[in-house]
């Protein structure tokens, strides 16, 4: 059993940074990869980019690659997400989950926990 929840999210201006985190219970929180995703009313929930077991491998979409970047404390539980040059688009929930998976995949089904999702809001 996981536990997520996230934080950090909030309204900026559009060419800032904002890191969210999520922060993990359970005992098993090392034996699972943990991916960000974000969802906008209307359309489907959007893999961004994920870590795997103890931070080994992570990947990202190619809508934010170069820009957002993951990483993982595992003494602390907590998964971040740093997101650079924000922009107006990026608005949205963002949500991270976790998967039992070895590396995170972009399929949502494989992810058995979710937190509640923080709101980022970027204005221009």
């Known amino acids: 059993q996981v536990q997520l929840v996230e934080s950090g999210g909030g309204s900026v201006q559009a060419g800032d940074s904002l890191t969210i985190s999520c922060v993990a219970s359970g005992r098993t929180f090392g034996a699972h990869s943990v991916g960000w995703f974000r969802q906008t009313p209307g359309k489907e929930r959007e893999f961004l980019g994920g870590?795997?077991?103890?931070?080994?491998?992570?990947n990202y979409a190619e809508s934010v690659k170069g820009r957002f970047n993951i990483s993982r404390d595992e003494a602390k539980k907590t998964v971040y997400l740093q997101m650079n040059s924000l922009e107006p688009e990026d608005t949205a929930v963002y949500y991270c989950?976790?998967?039992?998976?070895?590396?995170?995949?972009?399929?949502?089904?494989?992810?058995?926990?979710w937190g509640q999702g923080t709101q980022v809001s970027v204005s221009s």
């Open positions: 870590v795997g077991w103890r931070g080994t491998h992570t």
């Open positions: 989950a976790a998967s039992a998976s070895t590396v995170p995949s972009s399929r949502k089904e494989l992810y058995r926990y």
